[in-house]
């Protein structure tokens, strides 16, 4: 019976041993951008089988690398009548267990639009993208004739799946608009200048609406399109990130 369990468990030792082996290979190729993924790690990791509109998928950057897992994004080259390139993400496990995959940077355009997603903002816990709209004037000279520009919020998971995506339309013109979409760590925010803390925790209150006492403050959002005063008492309005992020900037300028 001993035996037996050895067997099994060297077996699957073996097995695991071999799994991290080839997901390694993988992430060999990563420290390289836009190289070429081979067919059999493609298919395997990636589900990508060649097509006549796009015949190879290459390799991105490992965007994030958390404890329990990494997001590889990759890239895919083709042809729709004008310039085309799309990427992914995919988060693994580190023994090469796929978790989620979802869209990534896009840059697609012919005569008539340009439709473009940026990334704006990386971490372990959220991502942020630019996505931009561009209307041309394809009979005439090809000038801008409307564009949408809005920025999508994609939450990660402790276990490193993607939550829903949302967005925050007053985000896009806002300088400091992610301390209300992430909590940040006394490390991440030592570095900052007493004022630039101060404008960062007013930012959060005049997001809501909130009517500063101080003439300073007030004259400073004033001149952002995105602020419309309207309330005298804003924290009941804070959302838990702001309320934490609020909390120790308090706590760091004591």
């Keep these: 019976m001993i035996r037996y369990l050895l067997i099994i ?49 290459f390799t991105g950057k490992i965007l994030v690398r958390a404890n329990e897992y990494i997001v590889l994004s990759t890239v895919l080259e083709c042809s729709a009548g004008g310039s085309c390139e799309q990427s992914s993400l995919t988060s693994f496990s580190y023994k090469g267990e796929r978790i989620d995959t979802i869209a990534y940077e896009r840059k697609m355009a012919d005569c008539s639009f340009d439709d473009k997603r940026e990334s704006a903002f990386i ?45 925050d339309l007053k985000a896009i013109e806002r300088d400091n608009y992610i301390y209300s979409h992430r909590v940040f760590t006394p490390g991440e925010l030592n570095q900052r200048t007493e004022e ?55 706590s760091i300028k004591k």
Excluded at 11 to 18: P, R
Excluded at 137 to 160: M, R, T
Aim: overall charge negative.
């Design 123 to 167: 971490s372990n816990d959220l991502l942020v993208f630019k996505e931009t709209r561009e209307k041309l004037d394809c009979l005439g000279d090809g000038k801008q004739i409307g564009i949408k520009e809005w920025l999508e919020f994609q939450p990660i998971k402790e276990n490193g799946a993607f939550s829903k995506p949302y967005t």
């Design 196 to 250: 630039e803390l101060a404008v960062i925790k007013n930012e959060i209150f005049a997001s809501h609406g909130y009517m500063f006492t101080k003439e300073k403050w007030q004259d400073f959002f004033e001149s952002k399109s995105w602020y419309m005063p309207s309330d005298d008492d804003a924290i009941s309005k804070l959302t838990e990130i702001e309320k934490k992020n609020v909390e120790l900037i308090l």
């Design 9 to 57: 468990v060297v077996f699957l030792s073996s097995k695991n041993y071999a799994q991290e082996t080839e997901f390694n290979k993988l992430l060999d190729f990563f420290t390289e951008s836009k190289k070429q993924i081979p067919e059999d790690l493609a298919l395997k990791y990636f589900d990508f089988t060649p097509t006549e509109r796009a015949n190879a998928l």
